[in-house]
């Protein structure tokens, strides 16, 4: 399967809690329309993402389809149509940035309740090609990051060449998702040497800079 990564702002009029509530109830309730879908997943920046300011997105939507044939049938369907026109009512369109990605699940394990996800968005390194980037990601970092204990769940999203085509820059070259018990569990995995393993060899593919990130509450709309 193939799938789809939506990276959105709110609109400036409408409030965080209004905008989740939206989102999770009746713009679920259009997007499950869309006909293909295989499952279809929200993540709602925490409140606590707010306090220092504005975080780099209010949310990811994670869509999966067959394959980028079920993606391109969508178009001129009345069903796009509708979703298209419902999301303009609590989404700042100019901020939304789509990747049509393929996933790669790192590792496993079972999700206890008020888990939460932490969404990192990656850019290579200038001196790598992609597929060299890639390789590094997922053969090299990915089973460093692995061994990071209190990681519960880990997927990387790679950006599909076709992201790429006729000189294209998608907006990241891909996505990085783990899942932990909780956000402490998250500030302890930076203390241990699995961590510190892994941040050493982030310089090798990596763009320079810090990586934009948000930490998300999970709503699984279609499993």
Request: charged share 25%.
């Amino acid at each position: 399967m193939v799938k789809l990564v939506v990276c959105f702002k709110r609109r400036a009029d409408m409030e965080v809690e209004p905008f989740q509530e939206y989102w999770r109830t009746r713009h679920a309730e259009v997007a499950c329309g869309l006909p293909g879908i295989r499952r279809y997943v929200q993540s709602h920046t925490l409140p606590a993402g707010y306090r220092k300011g504005e975080p780099v997105y209010d949310g990811v939507a994670e869509i999966w389809f067959d394959d980028t044939d079920a993606i391109r049938a969508l178009d001129g369907t009345a069903a796009l149509r509708a979703a298209r026109e419902d999301a303009a009512r609590f989404v700042d369109g100019s901020s939304m940035r789509t990747l049509v990605t393929d996933e790669h699940l790192i590792k496993d394990g079972a999700l206890p309740d008020g888990y939460v996800k932490n969404i990192e968005f990656v850019h290579r390194h200038q001196d790598l090609e992609v597929e060299e980037f890639r390789r590094y990601w997922r053969d090299v970092h990915g089973p460093l990051a692995s061994e990071i204990p209190v990681v519960l769940r880990y997927v990387q999203s790679h950006c599909r060449r076709g992201g790429y085509a006729s000189g294209r820059q998608p907006p990241c070259d891909g996505v990085a998702i783990m899942w932990f018990a909780s956000t402490a569990a998250m500030r302890e995995s930076a203390r241990t040497d699995a961590y510190a393993r892994t941040c050493a060899v982030s310089p090798d593919f990596v763009a320079p800079g810090e990586i934009p990130f948000i930490i998300t509450r999970e709503h699984v709309v279609i499993a």
